[in-house]
């Protein structure tokens, strides 16, 4: 997440994901980690079926952090295609 207020979301997350198997089961894997400088946020992700997902460019989510998101999630899973999206700056 991009501020640091929305960081700390982030860390709370992690951890009802990693302890709490309500909220993830054996094999899920995390495809963030707050710790990196690029930002993504939840909402500029969309999973459109079970090979494509669409991320939207945007003030918070930064082009490295699409292209890593990227490439870890098209190595690391059945997913085979990330689509861009650039997001209009106004509302």
């Known amino acids: 997440m991009h501020t640091r207020a929305r960081r700390r979301e982030s860390l709370f997350l992690k951890y009802l994901f990693e302890y709490n198997s309500d909220f993830a089961v ?42 890593k998101f990227a490439l870890d999630l098209l190595s690391g899973s059945d997913y085979k295609k990330v689509l861009v999206f650039d997001i209009p700056k106004s509302r």
Request: glycine share 12%.
């Open 26 to 67: 054996d094999g899920d894997k995390l495809w963030y980690n707050l710790y990196d400088d690029y930002s993504i946020e939840g909402g500029d992700v969309l999973v459109l079926s079970n090979e494509v997902v669409a991320i939207g460019r945007s003030e918070r989510t930064t082009i490295a952090g699409i292209e």
